[in-house]
């Protein structure tokens, strides 16, 4: 790697105080020429975005994540109102919660806990990660962020005694999606266990009118903030969902939409070659040949930037990941994101990167400052922090020498500026991607197909347990049940089903093991 094509390629925003090198991506040196058209129809498209067309054609929505953190880009003056109002809803909230004239039935709130799933957890996750203090911030947050029992039996422990003082933040989007209300019911359940009332305890982040929002209302919980149609689950870390979890934390979050906006204007400068946004996307079809055939690996060298690839992964994965492009060709288009955080990492799945199979490009993100004040000297006139740098550059080398392609952002910290930043970068980069394969990257089929296929796995557990109560005390295989039920191309599905519902203390059925495994029978006591 030259020093000349890095001069070339190594873009500083100085007023960020931001760099992307893509130096270490061995396109061609007429590649970013060749592409010129693609990316600037992708910049007036986005262009058209933030001027609220139907950008996600599929639900015949706009996609409005840019308004966010500047209202006055919002197409209509009641938008406008509509996002500025909420943000200084949730301003005046946190502030009435911090001071105590809103608190719990035990006192001030000292615990947050925030109930969603995806769109509506990743975000407030990773910003926690990155931005919290335990010591000093004014409450000590939580998640319920699946339908998994026992993982809300740790969080509900270690809340043990508490409730009285922790505020729960229900988020939901549509307001109807399984895993958070079920994580709202157990919550519901613990609150009047510990004989305390939910709703002077609770908030709901959801869309007006949907079943939470109703039930929010009729339950007499706090407050309630909107989510907006035009704000997709993914983008949403800088609207309500993302806003009121990081105020109640006591995180700036004007600095948080500051950092976005700031990152906003540089990714809306047409020249493309001046925009980090556009030089992503293009790097990344360049590595994967615009059909995903290379993994994206995201390696920040920062412990607060650990849960950013997770984040990551689902803005790009659900955005991307289409089996349709926008005309409706057949296309299967997606790019695979994972990664944790280095040097960690380098004691992991590293070595695979460096000698292995070559199906990966990397991004390195390095952060300057090591900490806040000064650092000891770990060696003779080294710090930790001087390690630190010294595997990330060594690392990227390491693969480089190997022929592995990588990106590499530096910013100066991790603050909640930072966040701000990073987060509207990859945001508009993905969008970009999505022009550049021209798919709708603002819309998520295959989420919902899940939801509707775990919709069908209970109807069947409710005919299987009618099916044994209506016969108490006779067992059954599996492969009897199914032909009892008249169901016999789904006996693997029963199968599962009876497993887990024996193994459960809910109901009265049991497991008559047997051998081979497929003779095992099950019933209801009598
Ligand atoms: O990004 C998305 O749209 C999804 O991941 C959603 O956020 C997720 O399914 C949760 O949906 P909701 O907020 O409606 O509960």
Redo the contacts with the bound molecule.
């Keep these: 790697m030259s020093w000349d094509r890095f001069k070339q390629h190594y873009l500083f925003i100085e007023t960020l105080d931001f760099a992307l090198d893509i130096s270490r991506m061995d396109f061609a040196d007429d590649y970013l020429e060749v592409m010129k058209p693609k990316i600037d129809q992708a910049i007036i498209a986005m262009e058209e975005l933030e001027g609220g067309a139907i950008a996600n054609p599929d639900e015949n929505r706009m996609v409005g994540h840019y308004w966010l953190r500047d209202a006055s880009l919002a197409p209509t003056p009641e938008l406008k109102k509509e996002i500025s109002d909420c943000e200084s809803a949730i301003k005046a909230f946190a502030a009435k919660i911090h001071s105590g004239e809103i608190k719990g039935s035990d006192g001030k709130f000292e615990h947050l806990l925030c109930i ?5 957890a990743l975000g407030p996750e990773f910003v926690n990660q990155a931005l919290g203090n335990p010591t000093n911030d004014p409450m000590t947050i939580h998640f319920f962020d699946n339908t998994d029992p026992n993982g809300m039996d740790k969080v509900l422990a270690q809340l043990k005694g508490k409730l009285g003082k922790t505020l729960a933040v229900v ?7 399984p895993e ?1 209300r079920n994580g709202m019911v157990e919550a519901e359940n613990a609150w009047t266990k510990a004989g305390l009332k939910f709703g002077p305890h609770a908030v709901a982040v959801t869309g007006l009118g949907s079943k939470l929002d109703k039930h929010a209302v009729a339950e007499g919980w706090l407050t309630r903030f909107p ?1 907006w149609d035009w704000v ?3 983008t ?1 870390e800088l609207a309500a ?1 993302g806003l009121v979890p990081a105020a109640l934390s006591g995180f700036d979050i004007d600095a948080m939409l500051k950092g976005a906006k700031e990152m906003d204007a540089v990714t809306r400068v047409k020249d493309f070659r001046q925009n980090p946004a556009a030089l992503m996307a293009l790097m990344w079809f360049y590595a994967t040949d615009g059909v995903g055939k290379k993994d994206m690996v995201i390696l920040p060298y920062k412990d607060r930037l650990e849960l950013f690839s997770r984040y990551l992964q ?1 803005l790009v994965m ?1 955005s991307l990941g289409k089996e349709l492009d926008l005309d409706g060709n057949t296309v299967h288009q997606g790019i695979a994101v994972y990664g944790n955080k280095g040097s960690t990492d380098q004691h992991a799945y590293v070595q695979q990167l460096r000698d292995g199979v070559l199906n990966f490009f990397a991004t390195f993100i390095e952060v300057h400052t090591d900490r806040a004040g000064e650092s000891p000297f770990v060696e003779e006139k080294f710090t930790s922090g001087d390690f630190l740098q010294g595997l990330l550059l060594g690392t990227r080398d390491a693969l480089y020498e190997k022929g592995r392609e990588s990106i590499t952002i530096s910013v100066r910290d991790v603050s909640a500026h930072t966040i701000g930043m990073l987060i509207a970068l990859y945001e508009r980069a993905v969008g970009f991607y999505g022009s550049l394969v021209n798919v709708n990257a603002y819309h ?1 089929p295959g ?1 919902e197909a899940g939801k509707k296929a775990a919709a069908s796995t209970l109807e069947l557990r409710q005919q299987i347990l009618d099916a044994l109560s209506a016969k108490p005390g006779e067992a059954f295989t599996a492969e009897q049940l199914a032909s009892e039920l008249g169901l016999v191309s789904k006996t693997e599905l029963i199968f599962k089903l009876l497993e887990h519902m024996a193994a459960n203390q809910n109901r009265p059925l049991r497991k008559l093991i047997g051998d081979p495994f497929y003779e095992s029978k099950y019933l209801m006591e009598q």
């Excluded at 969603?116 to 509506?120: A, E, H, K, R, T």
């Excluded at 988020?171 to 999606?177: F, Q």
């Design positions: 969603g799933i995806g769109g509506s988020t939901s989007k549509s307001g109807g999606t958070t989510m997709g689950g993914r949403s969902v689902q659900e998520q989420v």
